[in-house]
């Protein structure tokens, strides 16, 4: 027994002294000799008096190697260990530590009432550091208990030194125990080749070829994984020799990733094999004028689809080569600027994609007499109108006073140009008002063209203006005509009473009369005419000089009464069995409402067609790059029932990924130079990528925390390539910039881990470990507990107790003289 305050026990002997003196003054001895002993017991509680003891009870920390090197059946084995040590510890101290690179957590999953140990999942899992999980594994040992390590593992270390370990452990008194697993078996498969891709989309179907030998017949399974996920599991069948095997996955996580794939063949094991992929998310350019959501489902597919989609509504916004994909939607081609087009042509040509989905807004034009670059980069053109019937155009024109001079000039001059490009079939009347109105020429065919511009250029200016009797007198007229398309355009330079005219518009949109309108000088009523445009789903234009009348007035025309749409039931046919059609079934696919009659050309790929014939998806390759047209429209007015049909999100989500860049313009490759150990990345610019005026930050980042800065220089015209050293580091190494960059994208690198190569147990290694340390070789698991005559000095602490026997003694005291009293 030892005190911590030996000079206290001293003082424990004046209450004995006090007592004595007490003694014969009192007749309460009793009392006397209980609080004699209370106060010694406190001052001997004071100094603190302990007791040497032994301690055997145990702390056992048992280490479990849950690396890729280690089988399923293995894994099976240590759980039934793990599980036997947690039932039979009794009062022993027992904690499960699952390692691989190092000591992890264990997961839910993996414990409950008993032991399901997983695999170490990612980059985590391929390595087995014997070294770092004995050092962690001692750091977790409470002291006060006989220590013990119990290592479950097949000895197969690939970082770390196993000896420093071990050393440290024999040196401080802690032995191991070693359980040796049997390891991955040697397999009897021989992986021949293996073709995947290094770069693609995210949510793309990536095709993996692989070429198996195997010794026999056999069933078996693929399973694909990214990053240490399971993507997926492909059943096969193996027969004797070479055996030609493709699977498909799918990635939804950008970036450079680790993608890897195990082969299984009942009775011949497994065989593996791991590949850096870089994976971008696609951008699609979405050009449309059509009101914001009308197009929501189509975004909403893309957008699930992992298409990063941009929207405009201005065809001229954005750099064309930062996206993958363009899409015109429902768009007036000919109102594109020339050099739009020429743009677009360059951008098919170096391996993008170009959709174009019609519209109502898709309009046949008889001015164009040779092809520019977009009809160029187009698998069909615009059909002319076939409609028997033909158009129906009536002009309205202001002949007010204030229209003297050059503006009245103008009006007659675009009025005849009108005239000029409209075809016999198609009828035409020109109205004339000032306080009243009058046709200066009565709805007629416009055949006799000659007559019509004598007619025409006789209008002379005189009078007020009153547009709104003019404006129903014109739709009283057109609407009885046999026309496909019927249009009116009101051309005015002054103010007028509105009247009834804005009902008027509401009304011509039922009957399908078309009304534009066209305002001349300062002195018009801007909202009155946008109103009545807009109601009847025309167009509005304003001039503050009349120079550029003529060819407004044309195009509006045109524009209006040269649309080749069809607008009737009919269902989609398919015309060939295509990867686009892949998981759609258009046999099945509701009938659509309306389309755009295009031709297809000769050398392109018609998929589906409608209404007896006329194309309906048509592509072709054109360049590097893909180009498609869809007829039909992918909103609630044509497709209205195919929206909510199940194959429209598969269809489109096929055209869409058919359209991606299948080559780069550009080229970043990464390589490992075995004679110095450093990773080499380089860089060669498309011709389309600009030299940046500053290069990036850029950076690879490995396994095992691994991060440094890439120096980058310039080796010549467009190249650029940079160094760092690794080492014998070995994984996914992945090399990125520190801001997205065209010129120098991200890029990754595998270098393959021994982990992955190792068969079969070094059992040795797990034998000296345990006789080093004074530890067993496969032990019966009980007797992990068995202390072998070892124990841990210990001692126990006495004044609790003192302190407690003091209190009792009080205790007694006050129930006697309590007693005393109520006998009394």
């Known amino acids: 027994m030892t005190f911590d305050r030996v000079w206290v026990l001293w003082l424990a002997l004046a209450p004995l002294v006090w007592m004595v003196f007490e003694w014969r003054r009192t007749r309460r001895h009793t009392a006397l000799a209980l609080k004699a002993l209370a106060l010694t017991a406190i001052l001997a509680a004071i100094?603190?008096?302990?007791?040497?003891?032994?301690?055997t009870k145990m702390a056992v920390a048992v280490l479990v190697d849950t690396s890729a090197s280690v089988s399923p059946q293995d894994l099976s084995r240590a759980s039934e260990l793990a599980t036997s040590f947690e039932k039979g510890r009794g009062r022993h101290w027992v904690r499960v530590l699952p390692f691989a690179r190092s000591i992890r957590d264990v997961t839910q999953a993996e414990h409950s009432t008993t032991?399901?140990?997983?695999?170490?999942?990612?980059?985590?899992?391929?390595?087995?550091?014997?070294?770092?999980?004995?050092?962690?594994?001692?750091?977790?040992?409470?002291s006060g208990m006989v220590p013990r390590l119990v290592l479950i593992s097949d000895g197969k270390e690939n970082a770390g030194t196993m000896t420093r370990a071990a050393w440290q452990a024999q040196s401080l008194g802690i032995p191991i125990d070693t359980f040796p697993l049997e390891g991955r078996p040697q397999p009897g498969l021989r992986l021949e080749s293996v073709i995947a891709p290094t770069l693609a989309f995210t949510g793309e179907r990536l095709p993996i070829d692989v070429v198996v030998r195997a010794p026999g017949p056999a069933s078996g399974s693929v399973d694909i994984s990214a990053e240490g996920k399971?993507?997926?599991?492909?059943?096969?069948?193996?027969d004797r020799g070479e055996n030609q095997i493709q699977v498909q996955a799918s990635i939804a996580t950008p970036g450079a990733l680790n993608l890897s794939a195990v082969v299984h063949a009942d009775g011949f094991g497994a065989v593996r094999f791991d590949r850096?992929?870089?994976?971008?998310?696609?951008?699609?350019?979405?050009v449309s004028q059509d009101p914001e959501g009308t197009e929501a489902h189509l975004l909403q597919t893309l957008g699930a689809a992992q298409f990063d989609v941009q929207r405009t509504s201005d065809a001229t916004q954005g750099h064309l080569s930062d996206y993958q994909a363009v899409v015109l939607n429902n768009w007036d081609l000919e109102a594109l600027p020339s050099g739009r087009k020429s743009e677009l042509e360059h951008f098919v040509k170096q391996g993008g994609g170009l959709l174009v989905i019609g519209g109502e807004h898709n309009v046949y034009s008889d001015l164009k007499k040779t092809e520019d670059a977009l009809d160029r980069a187009l698998p069909a053109k615009l059909a002319p109108p076939r409609s028997p019937e033909g158009t129906s155009v009536v002009l309205i024109i202001d002949k007010s006073s204030s229209m003297e001079g050059k503006k009245i000039e103008l009006a007659r001059q675009a009025a005849i140009g009108v005239i000029e490009n409209l075809r016999p079939i198609d009828q035409v009347g020109v109205l004339i008002f000032d306080n009243s109105f009058q046709w200066v020429v009565p709805v007629r065919r416009a055949e006799d063209r000659p007559l019509l511009k004598r007619l025409v250029s006789g209008i002379t200016p005189d009078g007020g203006t009153q547009i709104a009797p003019a404006l129903a007198e014109a739709y009283r007229k057109i609407l009885p005509t046999k026309a496909t398309f019927k249009h009116i355009v009101l051309l005015t330079d002054g103010i007028s009473e509105e009247g009834d005219s804005l009902d008027l518009s509401k009304e011509a949109v039922t009957q399908r009369v078309t009304i534009s309108t066209v305002g001349l000088g300062q002195d018009v009523n801007r909202s009155y005419l946008e109103k009545v445009a807009s109601l009847a789903e025309g167009k509005s234009y304003f001039l503050n000089e009349p120079a550029g009348l003529e060819q407004i007035?044309?195009?509006?025309?045109?524009?209006?009464?040269?649309?080749?749409a069809v607008e009737k039931t009919m269902k989609a046919a398919s015309e060939k069995n295509v990867e686009i059609l892949d998981g759609v079934g258009v046999d099945s696919a509701p009938p659509l409402k309306g389309y755009v009659k295009f031709i297809a050309k000769p050398s392109s790929d018609t998929i589906l067609t409608i209404d007896q014939k006329d194309p309906l998806l048509v592509r072709w390759q054109y360049g590097l790059g893909r180009s498609v047209v869809f007829t039909s429209d992918a909103k609630s007015r044509w497709a209205s029932e195919w929206v909510t049909w199940k194959g429209f999100d598969k269809?489109?989500?096929?055209?869409?990924?058919?359209?991606?860049?299948?080559?780069e313009a550009g080229e970043a490759k990464v390589e490992f130079d075995s004679a110095s150990g450093d990773l080499v990345v380089n860089y060669r610019l498309g011709g389309d990528v600009d030299e940046p005026a500053k290069l990036p930050g850029i950076f690879v980042l490995g396994p095992a925390g691994f991060q440094h800065p890439v120096p980058v220089t310039k080796i010549a015209g467009k190249a650029y390539r940079g160094r760092v050293h690794i080492g014998e580091l070995q994984g996914l190494f992945r090399v990125r910039p520190l801001e997205e960059s065209r010129a120098f994208p991200e890029v990754g690198y595998y270098r393959p881990e021994?982990?992955?190569?190792?068969?079969?147990?070094?059992?040795?290694?797990?034998?000296?470990?345990s006789e080093f340390t004074g530890g067993r070789f496969n032990p019966a698991p009980d007797r992990v507990f068995d202390a072998g005559g070892r124990a841990e000095p210990s001692s126990m602490r006495l004044w609790p107790g003192l302190l407690g026997f003091a209190i009792a003694l009080n205790l007694v005291e006050l129930i006697l003289r309590k007693a005393r009293a109520l006998f009394q």
């Open 47 to 55: 100094s603190e008096p302990r007791l040497r003891t032994s301690e």
């Open 115 to 142: 032991w399901n140990l997983k695999h170490t999942a990612g980059e985590a899992g391929r390595a087995t550091n014997l070294e770092a999980a004995i050092r962690e594994a001692v750091g977790s040992l409470p």
């Open 230 to 238: 399971l993507l997926g599991s492909t059943p096969i069948h193996l």
């Open 276 to 286: 850096a992929i870089m994976l971008r998310r696609p951008k699609v350019l979405f």
């Open 553 to 564: 007035l044309l195009k509006d025309v045109m524009e209006h009464t040269g649309s080749t």
């Open 651 to 663: 269809l489109w989500t096929n055209i869409f990924r058919d359209l991606l860049p299948h080559s």
């Open 754 to 769: 021994q982990e992955l190569l190792d068969y079969g147990s070094n059992q040795f290694l797990l034998r000296e470990i």
